[in-house]
């Protein structure tokens, strides 16, 4: 019998909001590379006269049923990169705008990751700073269908990419790119786009040089800025008022202290609400409390691990494991590796 609450979280992808740029870059390459247009929207049942509407939203199931015809028509090279590639920060609107206003590299990065819930829905992103490296990881937040999990990741990761060429003057050594699905038959066309790339790593991350933080910015505008941060304080707002933000508060608080991880009750005082009401409401985005704690462990047994300084015993218990074993089968069912053998694969990647 099937779990109702599992069959809830599983579906609510369906729901996430999808910005229409998405789907409109996906159609104009598949009309570049010879696509029937007409049967991929005939296929699709997409809703043809959503693209014509400004700043228009689509639901993620009409997203992916596209993407799959579109695939279906023209096929998969790494059409996800590609996708990436043509979406600089001048594409994501106010948050754009406002990445491109910003002074430094470093007030870039903080704004994207200040307000990521206005691009990035069904992505969690947490940062880390282990020389040389400043870290992005992402982390889904629902269970995407295949193949759009993969998919999601090459737009995103690329999208990073040409963002940084945008924005300062960097090379592809300055640039790493990481993803934990296995090596794609069109790696090389990927390698040749997007520089130095590695497959079946245990995270998926996009890394970039720390020195590139002090880089001043060229189209740095303090008025414009302004102007972009009101408006995504708006967007912000908008959001606050619908069912799809709780997660994201609960996985900015969920960080480790003198007592370890917060409990239930203690995340639920921390948002004035009743551990019941937080259970709920949580539920009712497609997740749980457990799921939210294991990703912040993910998320800082890696951060703990990139610092060579300490040792995995030092590690486990810092993150609450009184037996080393413990941390070890966690982690490993969190990569598919073990800390130990997470660090050869870094170290690897540096070569």
Sequence with gaps: MTDPKSSKRESFW??????????????NIAQ???????????????????????????????MHDLVQCVLDEVGNDGIGIEVGLRLPPTAFGNLGYAILCSATMQDAVALCARYWYLLGR???????????????????????????????FESTMASFY???????????????????????????????????????????QFRFR??????SLAMHNPIGLKFALEQCAREEAMIEKSSFKLREK????????????????????????????????LESEGTNFKNLLEEAKRRDAIQLLDDDKMEIQ????LLGYQDP??????????????????????????L
């Excluded at 720390?210 to 880089?215: I, K």
């Design 14 to 27: 369906r729901q996430l909001p999808v910005q229409s740029i998405y789907p409109q870059t996906y159609l």
């Design 32 to 62: 570049e590379r010879g696509g029937n247009i007409e049967r991929i929207f005939a296929r699709s049942s997409f809703p043809q006269e959503i693209l014509q509407r400004q700043n228009a939203e689509i639901n993620f199931l009409q």
């Design 122 to 152: 069904g992505l969690s992103i947490s940062q880390q700073h282990t020389d040389p490296f400043y870290i992005i990881d992402l982390t889904p937040t629902v269970p995407f269908p295949k193949p759009m999990t993969h998919l999601v």
């Design 162 to 204: 040409r963002g940084f060429q945008v924005l300062v003057d960097c090379t592809d050594d300055d640039m790493e790119i990481w993803f934990a699905a296995p090596r794609p038959d069109y790696a090389d066309k990927v390698e040749a786009k997007i520089g130095c790339v590695h497959y079946g790593m245990p995270a998926n």
């Design 210 to 215: 720390s020195e590139l933080l002090s880089r």
């Design 250 to 281: 609960v996985q900015q608080q969920m960080v480790f202290g003198r007592e370890g991880y917060p409990t239930l009750q203690d995340m639920s005082n921390q948002l004035n609400m009743t551990s019941r009401t937080l259970r709920r409401r």
């Design 314 to 317: 030092q590690i486990a218990t």
């Design 325 to 350: 074993a413990n941390f070890t089968r966690a982690f490993r069912q969190w990569t598919g590796q073990t800390p130990s053998q997470y660090r050869t694969t870094r170290d690897q990647s540096r």
